[in-house]
């Protein structure tokens, strides 16, 4: 290995939460990776140390002009010890893409990766056991210059966080009711939708309050130019069939490449179904839908893998999808990159890298 990373360990261990209680993103293992840039310097001191605060001016520009970017991985167990981290590659590239448009300068893939790498291993023991169950790993990297006009800042800071999480669906896939937004919008053309970045989100608030607050789980965003075409369901990528056709709305800009939405159009076309990356219109879909042509709407994503659909509201509009209950596409999408993840499928993409 290239990079090797010197490593404070804790002197202090933390209890290890109940694995039955998990939950999403809150529990925090030992360690954490951190490294500076600084212009004429570049990105330095790459370390291993224990999980701990951050030391920035309230000034940091990151606090108030929001120029930062994040990555939501997962690492699982194996028996022979060595974990696994499912499409490293793929997250590592995307990254790429998000420093590009936020204007931070980019780490190297292999040094990226071997951040990842390691720390996984420093921290390997905090990989929950119970299937389902992973280590949720998160790189993020924040404007650190303490400077308040806008422009892009001359030093930054690497991090990279480690999180056991719960399966979303401990007691077999459950479908989610989805509000469809007419009202605010989370991306156009030209902005920054098809990065993971910060600011995406901190606008997308309001909508899964309001939705959330009116007993729906999540949102489904429409295009931000006319707010006709389906583009994504909540932090997820979406996919609905209509006869025997899967759509997904196409990577044109506005939409985040999931690397759960790549890993699903490649197993479906493997398995024979026509996936086309098409926008579909919502009314479009409303006139399928009354003409009993919806068979199965389902979301993709790192947190919860595959997330059925079993209701959607558009307007005065209600849309009870296969009797609101988990479709067999969803459910054999789910069983097999869950398999994958877990080893119980034979991994035939080369999409689970060992972490040495
Ligand atoms: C992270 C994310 C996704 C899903 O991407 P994965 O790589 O599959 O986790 C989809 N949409 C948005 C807006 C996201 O932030």
Redesign the pocket.
Known sequence: MKYEFPVTRTTAPKARPNEDELGFGKYFTDHMFIMEYNEGKGWHDGRIVPYQNFKLEPAARVFHYGQEMFE?IKAYPRANGVPVIFRTD??VE?AHISNDRMCIPDIGTELMTAAINQLVEVDKDWIPEKEGNALYIRPFIIATEPKLSVGPANSYTFAIILSPVASYYEEGLKPTKIYVEHQYI??VLGGP?YA?VGG??ASTLISVKKATDAGFSQVLWLDGAEKKYIE?I????AFFMIDDVIYTAPLEGT?????????AITLLKEWGYSVKEEMVAIDDFWKAYQEGRVKEVFA????AVVSPVGQLQWLDHEMIINNGETGPVSQKLYDELTGIHTGRVEDTHGWIQPVK
Not at 255 to 263: A, C, I
């Open positions: 939501g793929k997250y995307r989370r991306s939708g993971k995406n989100y994504e909540g932090t997820s990528n939409v985040l490449p999931g690397v759960t939405r790549d890993s993709t994503g790192t947190a």
